[in-house]
């Protein structure tokens, strides 16, 4: 089955430093990869559209200066948050997108921020 | 104005009986709803789906029912267990534009044994 491991899983930065996550795809191919944020209110929010070979399309209030994202092959994908503020907290989610469309998430990595 | 919304925020039921979290949306365009189940510190997990051109889809104790017309869909949980308490978020997406999905507020299930 379509599997997505995301890490770490948790992690915790110190205000203005920056941390990077990672996103593997295992038993399929991952046409795209969208990384989302759910907040502490538990509501989603589309952070960018990575596809390999194309050009990442980042959201309305979320850029590459802050999220620089890397997607170099069908299996893994990583995303920094750089310079992380409070209002950067939540529960960061890798979606691996199969070629039927259906998205599939890993379990997060969970970043909080002191 | 929300997109997909979940008329309940909390649900609660016995083990055994069923329970059905229901689901709104706005846009027609929407052709693809599936069902993420989140347990807490876990990503949500795609628990089943249905695209537009079908009115049910079934996977063992789940099932999704679909009115394209009225724009509402459901999802029944027979049988429940102690081990689906969960949040349970609808979700809807369109066309090639698959990624973005819209999530709703999720419901948050509870099966007392």
């Known amino acids: 089955g379509a599997l997505v491991y995301q890490y770490p899983r948790r992690t915790i930065c110190k205000s203005g430093t920056s941390m990077r996550m990672e996103c593997q795809a295992v038993?399929?191919?991952?046409?795209?990869v969208a990384w989302y944020r759910q907040s502490p209110q538990k509501t989603f929010e589309l952070i960018a559209l990575s596809t390999v070979n194309s050009a990442i399309k980042y959201e309305q209030n979320f850029t590459q200066e802050k999220f620089p994202i890397s997607h170099p092959n069908l299996s893994f994908s990583s995303m920094t948050v750089l310079n992380a503020y409070l209002e950067d907290r939540g529960l960061y989610l890798c979606?691996?997108?199969?070629?039927?469309?259906?998205?599939?998430f890993g379990a997060g990595t969970r970043l909080s921020v002191l | 104005q929300q997109q997909v919304r979940q008329s309940s925020q909390s649900l609660t039921v016995w083990e055994g009986e069923t329970a059905i979290l229901n689901c709104s949306y706005e846009?027609?365009?929407?052709?693809?709803f599936p069902w993420y189940q989140q347990f807490p510190g876990e990503g949500p997990a795609l628990l089943i789906a249905i695209r537009s051109v079908s009115d049910k889809k079934e996977d063992g104790r789940f099932t999704i029912f679909f009115n394209k017309r009225e724009k509402n869909l459901s999802l029944h949980i027979k049988d429940s267990q102690p081990g689906d308490s969960a949040t349970y978020f609808c979700?809807?997406?369109?066309?090639?534009?698959?990624?973005?999905?819209?999530f709703g507020k999720g419901t948050h299930l509870h099966v007392l044994p």
């Open positions: 846009n027609s365009a929407f052709d693809y």
């Open positions: 979606g691996a997108m199969t070629g039927e469309n259906t998205l599939y």
């Open positions: 979700a809807a997406s369109e066309g090639t534009n698959a990624y973005k999905v819209i």
């Open positions: 038993g399929f191919q991952a046409t795209s």
